[in-house]
């Protein structure tokens, strides 16, 4: 008598596969799988671009962008299932990246180097799309050495508003998602300055959008232009020029300037 060979059963093992987070799989496979994410091919960059940012949209219609942010926002507070959401969406490698600017970087950022008042101000808005944003950290003359970044933010105590500033073309923010096209707020990476001392990179919420899509005052922007493979992801250039924003739109959880200029932070290194 032949034996019969052992066959796994392949909800069991899809289910052993997929771990902890499942059911996270499951809803994105389910959601990429209909006609609204289909591949599509042959499109011109601003198409493509266009396509992301519905798709963006539609997926911030389903809730699985706010599985990373804290429940007091309206988020779940469950980073490992946000993880498995972003590496779902490989079949789309655009949308991938646009969703990981928006709510990995930009949102991520305001999350992880905020507090509280920054939290409830900004990240709704962010998961929700209605402030689409930017990651302003790498500069052209120095891609992501953080330490050597040269845009500065210099407090003014009269005003107890920072001077975001562009000193030079090698400092020019550079290849940054969302900034070509639909950004309206970035998170930028600066040398903060105050009372005559450098205390060294810091980021700080900026308006480089006005509501009818215009530049900022101060904001000049450049298209990036096309990229293989990612076409539908609007990269770009943004440079400052004296652009004030309040003290309290620096994001401070680890190093703050009072409204007379003094500067505290937690950790006593300065690196």
């Known amino acids: ?76 507070g469950d980073v490992g299932a946000s993880v498995v959401a972003f590496e779902m969406l490989v079949t789309d490698l655009s949308l991938m990246v646009k969703m990981g600017v928006q709510w990995g970087l930009f949102g991520g950022a305001i999350n992880a180097l905020g507090t509280e008042r920054h939290h409830h101000e900004y990240l709704p808005g962010a998961m929700s799309l209605d402030i689409p944003g930017c990651f302003a950290m790498t500069e052209t003359g120095h891609g992501s050495d953080v330490q050597s970044l040269r845009t500065t933010a210099t ?31 970035a998170v930028v990476f600066a040398q903060l300055h105050s009372a005559g001392i450098d205390h060294g990179v810091h980021a700080l919420m900026v308006p480089i959008r006005n509501d009818d899509g215009s530049a900022a005052p101060g904001v000049t922007i450049e298209d990036c232009g096309p990229k293989a493979g990612l076409n539908g992801v609007d990269n770009g250039r943004l440079w400052f020029d004296q652009v004030r924003v309040p003290r309290t739109d620096l994001l401070n959880r680890y190093g703050d300037v009072g409204p007379d200029g003094a500067y505290t932070s937690p950790i006593e290194s300065k690196n």
């Not at 799989?25 to 799988?33: G, I, N």
């Not at 407090?155 to 309206?184: L, Q, W």
């Open 1 to 76: 008598m032949t034996e019969q060979p052992l066959r796994a059963d392949d909800s069991e093992l899809r289910g052993l596969l997929d771990g902890r987070w499942a059911h996270v799989r499951e809803r994105a496979r389910d959601l990429l799988q209909g006609e609204d994410f289909a591949p599509v091919n042959g499109l011109s960059m601003e198409d493509h671009r266009a396509l992301t940012t519905e798709r963006l949209a539609k997926l911030a219609e389903t809730g699985m962008q706010t599985y990373g942010f804290p429940e007091e926002v309206g988020g779940s």
């Open 155 to 185: 407090y003014d105590p009269k005003t107890e508003e920072f001077v975001v500033h562009t000193p030079d073309e090698s400092a020019r923010k550079d290849y940054i998602g969302n900034a070509a096209r639909d950004g309206r707020m």
